[in-house]
């Protein structure tokens, strides 16, 4: 059974950072693309960031502007997000997605590439 967990979420004023991790088990996480969602209240989902097994060349949401860094620990099957200069836009719930790899990079963009999701944790940016 695949269990895909997040934690590090909270409440944070803007301008602060947080720290989001995954803990992903039941499959073989060197197989996934990893990424990380966001649904801010009444808005759609949308991608935050991916990354490949390889950690090479990670994606990045256009409103991210260098503010977050995506990375994974493939020893120990995790992936994390780091988030610096938060604003009260970022406020959402973030979940963390594993995709099977090998397909077209560009595709691992859409919520539907993905296979597995965790339950969510809730990011709150203060103003």
């Known amino acids: 059974q695949v269990q895909v967990v997040e934690s590090g979420g909270g409440l944070v004023q803007a301008g602060g950072s947080l720290r989001l991790s995954c803990t992903v088990s039941?499959?073989?996480?060197?197989?996934?693309?990893m990424g990380w969602f966001r649904q801010p209240p009444g808005k759609e989902l949308e991608l935050v960031s991916c990354?490949?097994?390889?950690?090479?060349?990670?994606y990045y949401g256009d409103f991210v502007r260098g503010r977050f860094t995506i990375s994974r620990d493939n020893g120990k099957n995790t992936l994390d997000l780091q988030m610096n200069s938060l604003k009260p836009e970022d406020t959402a719930m973030y979940y963390c997605?594993?995709?099977?790899?090998?397909?077209?990079?560009?595709?691992?963009?859409?919520?539907?590439?993905?296979?597995?999701w965790g339950q969510g944790t809730q990011v709150t940016v203060s103003s």
């Open positions: 997605a594993a995709g099977r790899s090998g397909h077209p990079w560009n595709t691992y963009r859409s919520p539907s590439r993905y296979n597995y």
């Open positions: 039941g499959l073989t996480f060197n197989d996934y693309v």
């Open positions: 990354i490949s097994y390889l950690g090479v060349n990670p």
